[in-house]
């Protein structure tokens, strides 16, 4: 399950297979890598959260890049190449819904996962309205998380 604080990763003694090959540093700048795939941003406030689930992402062949905040997000250089946009509605600063209105505002279409913790039906219901692809609520499942992205980035492709 993936909610707020850690997220453990079944590992055999020592051996974790692939994911320490996963890159886990949060907003290191956005190179143009189009053969490795589609990228799939995550923007949460909560470092567990980020870092855990771009290890599944990384683990699971999909190319991640993590940010703190939505601001991060918008001042990486990663907006134009990103996929898929795994968000969560509650941050400080701007927060997943403005940044939601923001991207729409510029006229980039990025399908959105929204992944929250604390967000009533209103929330949910003004995100899917807007266009956002899911909303999903923590904790969710390794699987209903991985199916939610694919699902998003199939849309994206069609």
């Known amino acids: 399950m993936l909610s707020q604080g850690t997220v453990e990763f079944p ?6 297979g692939d994911m320490n090959k996963v890159q886990l540093s949060d907003n290191d700048g956005c190179e143009e890598r189009a053969s490795e795939g589609a990228l799939v941003s995550i923007v949460d406030d909560d470092v567990s959260v980020r870092r855990s689930t771009q290890r599944l992402l990384g683990s ?9 905040s939505a601001e991060d997000f918008l001042q990486s250089g990663c907006v134009e190449e990103t996929a898929c946009l795994l968000l969560d509605l509650s941050m400080p600063g701007m927060n997943g819904l403005a940044l939601q ?3 729409a505002e510029t006229g980039r279409q990025i399908p959105i996962v929204f992944l929250s913790a604390r967000a009533s039906e209103d929330d949910e219901r003004r995100a899917l309205q807007a266009g956002a692809a899911k909303f999903l609520r923590k904790p969710a499942s390794k699987e209903v998380l991985l199916q939610a992205i694919r699902a ?7």
């Open 11 to 16: 590992c055999c003694g020592n051996y974790c």
């Open 60 to 68: 699971s062949g999909l190319r991640a890049k993590a940010f703190a």
């Open 101 to 103: 209105r923001r991207l």
């Open 152 to 158: 998003a980035l199939d849309g994206a492709t069609h």
